[in-house]
């Protein structure tokens, strides 16, 4: 059951192939590149890797815009090198989970073409048409005040379709039950090639009843359910990871009453808390959203992030709460994007190391899997000249030489940070490998003490009365085995007390420095936390860390 259940123990990290590693030199990533900087993930702790969409596409949209399921875009190599890197990643005992973009594709797809081309074209139901204009035909965009309708009208097709995102990405008709056999037929043959599993993109658009002018758009939760018995008939211990930004009480039918829906799930609702914690110090929302976040089913579990490709997203907040956010991690309208969010790298957001410590060491304390966003490890950058989200996807600094060792091409996907403070002669991995109190050290030194406490992943957990607002104290058990991890959101050090409960918890090992603490008389433990500190303990010895199964 454990080998199962992999993900709850996993790290994950996560990738834009096209921005990563270029080996052939033309300026974009490729699976050569990446190949090569598998023994870099290997050593830094990672066990598994989320690809970005690598499919033949126009790439107007990061890829995401697919026009061949089946296939690897020739920018990033071709399909023997697909099974190549794979071949690679296996034997470092690296998993591969990749993109599941299925609510849309490209309007350049062969199926999208032949559907315009007549109303009895094979394909024509494929899609969502309208003879005339919908009533609703600009509600419900996702990116506000860049997206200016949901409905566009085809000339050849003489309708108007249905499209959640831009205009070239027209959304999948997936009340059509050949659109769904097509749907299996990809997420069998991607397993077949190796895949741990996939990242399931826009899950409540997968779902949403189609159609103009529907006041309702009911989700089918019964379609989520037939991808995992196919995907769990062809691969036992294959996952899907959702993107479904939606509120806590919305969440279990996601997951499935009994665990039979999505495996993992992105939590949006508590990184937003996370944020407006780590702005303002105040930990009570952020707990309120823990609490409200609470898996029931076992086997369900939640994937907790800092930053991904996309902005930062704060739609959840008040006005109140998110204007707070803005004003200490993207005050500049230029930071901002959607009116929702923030499109910064996570480090400069912050601005120094104690806060990035501090919010990495919470993210990994989380319950749920950990997932790291390429480039973070070491603190790189964002370049707001680029627009809406292409800010956070610059190259990554592998070195201070040219193009800072990502690729000898002079002309790049995109350009890499070349001035100021996050520029790749500061920031690098090469600089970062030679120094041993480096970010990246100290990133590596976290994943291998998350790896170590599989009390995150599988335990149960309480949140602790620290009597300090600033510091959030978590609790886990399993096992016969417990953790106590503490954070202080304050600029200021503070001493809180905890009465534990156990009585092997007399004696709490911190797991970062050599020091204990012991209960005094009264069995209270009296802890000092410095200024955005953090402490991790696990309780009694620790010899059955290095025990033989």
């Known amino acids: ?62 890829g995401y815009d697919i026009q061949d399921y089946y296939g690897v875009d020739p920018r990033h190599g071709s399909s023997g090198n697909f099974v190549e890197f794979m071949h690679q990643a296996s034997k470092r005992g690296i998993k591969v989970i990749i993109d599941l973009v299925v609510n849309h594709t490209s309007d350049q797809h062969p199926w999208f073409q032949d559907a315009r081309s007549s109303e009895n074209a094979k394909h024509r139901d494929w899609y969502a048409w309208s003879d005339k204009k919908p009533d609703d035909w600009n509600e419900g965009m996702v990116f506000p005040n860049v997206q200016e309708a949901t409905w566009t009208y085809d000339k050849k097709a003489k309708a108007y379709y249905f499209h959640r995102f831009y205009k070239f990405q027209p959304d999948l008709n997936i009340d059509n039950p050949e659109v769904r056999a097509e749907i299996k037929r990809i997420i069998g043959f991607w397993l077949e090639l190796g895949v741990a599993g996939f990242r399931v993109d826009a899950v409540p658009f997968i779902l949403e009843k189609q159609g103009p002018n529907i006041s309702d758009r009911k989700l089918r939760f019964e379609y989520l359910r037939e991808m995992r018995r196919f995907l769990q008939w062809r691969r036992g211990d294959a996952i899907l990871l959702g993107e479904a930004n939606v509120l806590p009480k919305e969440t279990e039918e996601y997951f499935g009453e009994e665990g039979d829906g999505i495996h993992l799930m992105f939590n949006f609702y508590v990184n937003q808390y996370l944020f407006y914690a780590l702005a303002t110090g105040d930990t009570e929302p952020l707990k309120e959203a823990l609490e409200a976040t609470r898996i029931k089913f076992p086997t369900s579990q939640w994937a907790h992030f800092l930053r991904n490709h996309d902005e930062l997203d704060l739609a959840r907040l008040s006005e109140e709460q998110r204007e707070k956010v803005f004003a200490r991690f993207g005050p500049e309208k230029s930071m901002q994007l959607y009116d929702r969010g923030i499109r910064r790298r996570l480090s ?103 790896q170590e406490c599989a009390e995150i992943g599988w335990g149960n957990w309480q949140l602790l009365d620290t009597g300090v607002p600033q510091v959030l104290g978590m609790h886990y058990n399993w096992q016969e085995s417990s953790l106590v991890i503490l954070h202080n959101f304050d600029e200021k050090a503070h001493e809180v007390s905890l009465k534990l409960k156990q009585t092997q918890e007399t004696t709490l090992v911190d797991l970062m420095i050599n020091s204990d603490s012991v209960t005094d008389t009264k069995g209270v433990h009296k802890i000092t936390i410095s200024a955005y500190g953090y402490r991790w303990f696990r309780a009694g010895d620790l010899s059955h860390l290095f025990r033989k199964s």
């Not at 304390?365 to 996807?393: F, H, N, Q, W």
């Open 348 to 450: 400069p957001m912050l601005g120094n190391r104690q806060q990035t410590e501090l919010a990495y060491s919470l993210m990994f304390s989380l319950p749920g899997t950990p997932v790291i966003r390429y480039g973070d490890e070491i603190g790189m950058g964002e370049d707001l000249s680029l627009k809406e989200r292409e800010a956070v996807r610059t190259p990554m600094q592998w070195t201070d030489g040219f193009q800072a060792g990502f690729s000898k091409s002079e002309k790049l996907v995109h350009p890499i940070i070349s001035e100021g403070p996050y520029a790749y002669k500061h920031v690098n991995v090469e600089a970062q490998r030679r120094e041993p109190h480096s970010l990246l050290n100290w990133m590596s030194t976290l994943i291998r003490l998350r």
């Open 1 to 62: 059951m454990i080998n199962e259940l992999w993900y709850k123990n996993a790290i994950i990290y996560s990738l834009d192939l096209e921005t990563f590693m270029d080996l052939n030199d033309d300026g974009i990533g490729d699976f050569e590149g990446l190949s090569r900087r598998l023994d870099y993930l290997h050593a830094l702790g990672v066990d598994t890797v989320w690809l970005a969409p690598f499919h033949p596409s126009p790439n107007k949209d990061n």
